[in-house]
Every structure is written in C-alpha cells, then in structure tokens.
C-alpha cells in the first residue's frame, strides 16, 4: 500500500468519500504493522449513519475483532473535529462537498 513510500511521520492522508469508514479503518490497522502514525481526514457530504455501519461485518471480516471499539470510535465522533483514536491515528472526518476541498497540498496521500 501507499504507506511504505514514506518514511516520516505521521504521514498526513485524505481520503475523497469516508463512506462507511472502511479504507480509514483498513489504514489504522495497516499503520500498526508498519508503526506508522497517521493523519488521516476523510470527506464525505453525504455521511452514512453509524448506526447502519456498525452493523456491517468488517472488524470480523478483516479478522480485527480486538479492534471493534476503534472502528465504534471512528462512527461515533463528531465531524469537523480532530479526534485521537490512538497514540499514532488521529482522524478527522469532515462533512465537505469535495469541489469546496482547498488544502490538497497539506497531505501526503
């Protein structure tokens, strides 16, 4: 993945449709084989209710079952807000159009 082409840290990434919270999720547990730490901002205009994608199955799917609470944390904080989900993942979730992004240049991903 896109992670090993960096060496510092954190690596700073936005995501264009946080949607179910997948790819951020994905990327929290691939930053914890590689020990990196993560700035991740993922956009969406249209967010998809918590409560719906807490009941999708991917924590057990990507057999990441110790990790349930950090993927409830993710659904459940607010938008607009930087939030720490762990010492080396912090995660923004910004409720944006994507033709309103104008701070591309800041990330690295």
Do not use: C
């Not at 951020?24 to 590689?34: D, N, R, V």
């Not at 930087?82 to 995660?91: A, K, N, P, W």
């Amino acid at each position: 993945n896109g992670l090993s082409l960096f060496e510092h840290n954190p690596v700073t990434i936005m995501e264009i449709g946080f949607g179910t919270g997948l790819n951020a999720f994905i990327t929290f547990l691939e930053g914890i084989q590689k020990q990196q730490k993560i700035n991740y901002v993922g956009v969406e205009a249209y967010p998809v209710d918590a409560s719906e994608v807490l009941e999708m199955n991917y924590v057990s799917e990507l057999q990441a079952d110790a990790f349930i609470d950090v993927f409830a944390k993710m659904h459940e904080s607010e938008w607009n807000k930087e939030i720490s989900i762990s010492s080396d993942f912090s995660l923004t979730k910004r409720k944006q159009f994507f033709d309103e992004i104008n701070d591309f240049e800041i990330f690295d991903l």
